[in-house]
Every structure is written in C-alpha cells, then in structure tokens.
C-alpha cells in the first residue's frame, strides 16, 4: 500500500493492505477503484482533489493505494485518523 500527503511529500510503502482495511472493518467494495498507473503521481492526483476522510467525513489528506482482492482501491484519511490508524495497527 503506498501513501503521501504526510511527511516530506513522498510515498511510503505498507505492505499492510489488508490488515489496515480489516482494523478499519471496510471491504473494498467500499472503496473507489484506482484507475490506471498505481504510482506516485497518482497519489498527487488524488490529493490535489477534495476526498472525504474515510473514518471520519473530514478533508483527507492523505491517499493510500490499498492492494485489494478486487484491485487497487483508494484509502482516505485525514491527518488526525491517519495517526489514528497508524498508531492503533502498530499496537495491535
């Protein structure tokens, strides 16, 4: 799973995909499919775009690329859920 939008700006790689959704008890049906090339600039395309956080309905501000049975699927999250679910999957 990629992501950007916190830190310096650049993608980090969370091989997690599955057991963050899990954590957040979401199916990727729930999610909207990436279309086309998975990489970095995807990920500035998608947060140049006002998304909801997933958790919580704020702004997201950050864009994870979940690896999905059913694809790739956007995962956004506003800042404060995003340490949220940062914190809570690495204690769990």
Do not use: K
């Not at 700006?9 to 086309?36: E, T, Y």
């Not at 790739?72 to 340490?83: E, K, N």
């Amino acid at each position: 799973m990629s992501a950007s939008g916190s830190g310096a700006g650049r993608p980090r790689i969370n091989p997690a995909a599955a057991g963050l959704l899990a954590f957040l008890a979401v199916h990727a049906d729930l999610l909207h499919p990436v279309r086309g090339p998975c990489g970095p600039e995807a990920i500035e395309w998608r947060l140049a775009h006002a998304h909801p956080c997933l958790r919580c309905g704020a702004i997201a501000m950050v864009a994870y690329i979940a690896g999905t049975e059913r694809g790739p699927r956007w995962l956004d999250l506003c800042r404060s859920c995003d340490q949220w679910l940062r914190a809570g999957s690495a204690a769990g």
